[in-house]
């Protein structure tokens, strides 16, 4: 799959899953801002992508917010002139059993994961449209498909996401810009380092394939995602969980 030349714009890319897609993207050939909260974190990876060979360049954003949304994607314009793929995947949990949810638990998760994608969505959409050409990937969760205990407000906003892919695949579908998700599964991340170990290796043993996932995994499917190997597939979601709920 070559991406030689395109420009990649990731969210959460500091860390996890967003990290391996910057450089999995950019071993492809892809030129990748690295959006992140953490600042010294996007700019690691920023330097690890241009070590690759391409260019990596670091940016502060909270996709939760609209001004710094649309600057991010701004900036990629301006440093590179186009942007040709976009992957949201910043992400946090909040988890709380319903009944002791608080307003803030559920709102926090819900900016960063529905308003965050559409946000950004909605900024490259503009840019994409008018080049009849793009490749959006949003990171959903297999959360959004069964629902887990302790995560009304993550369960909600991942399926949420589903949704808006969809919408925004028709709506964009006839420009050739493309928007399909991903749901992981259980994958080996500081996310699921936070789960105690014992329900951990219960999450794992009931997993088919018998192990927990890698962030290059997932990886692989956003580059597919990514690639002209996927260009008659949109609105389309990938679950990508060692067979999990199959
Ligand atoms: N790890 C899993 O098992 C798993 C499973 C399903 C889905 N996911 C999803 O995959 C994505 C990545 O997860 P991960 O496991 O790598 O998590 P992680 O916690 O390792 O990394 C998340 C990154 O997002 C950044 N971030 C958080 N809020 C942000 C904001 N408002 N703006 C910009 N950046 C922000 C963090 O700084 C961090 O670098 C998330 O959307 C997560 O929900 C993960």
């Known amino acids: ?5 395109k420009v990649a714009v ?37 330097n690890e992508v241009t070590e690759i060979g391409t260019e990596g360049f670091g940016y502060k954003v909270d996709v939760s917010d609209k001004d710094n949304a649309q600057s991010f994607i701004d900036s990629a314009i301006d440093t590179f002139g186009r942007i040709d793929i976009l992957v949201n995947n910043a992400g946090i949990t909040r988890d709380s059993m319903l009944h002791k949810m608080s307003e803030e638990q559920f709102d926090q998760v819900i900016n960063v994961h529905m308003k965050g994608t559409f946000l950004c969505m909605q900024a490259a959409a503009k840019h994409m449209r008018q080049n009849e050409t793009g490749k959006i990937v949003n990171i959903s969760s297999i959360a ?8 009304v407000n993550y369960s909600g906003a991942k399926a949420g996401i589903v949704g808006m892919t969809k919408a925004a695949a028709k709506e964009l579908a006839k420009f050739q810009v493309n928007v399909n998700a991903i749901q992981p599964g259980f994958i080996d991340t500081d996310m699921t380092r936070a789960v105690p170990e014992k329900i951990r290796q219960k999450k794992i043993e009931e997993i088919p394939m018998l192990k927990i996932g890698s962030p290059s995994d997932i990886a692989k499917a956003v580059v597919f995602l990514s690639s002209d190997y996927s260009d008659y597939i949109t609105g389309n979601v990938i679950e990508v969980t060692g067979g999990r709920y199959m």
């Open 144 to 151: 959004g498909k069964v629902g887990n205990i302790g995560q």
């Open 10 to 46: 990731v969210t959460g890319a500091g860390q996890g899953i967003g990290r391996e897609v910057s450089l999995l993207l950019a071993n492809h050939g892809a030129n990748v801002v690295v959006g992140d909260l953490n600042i010294e974190a996007a700019n690691m990876v920023a």
């Open 1 to 5: 799959m070559d991406l030689k030349g």
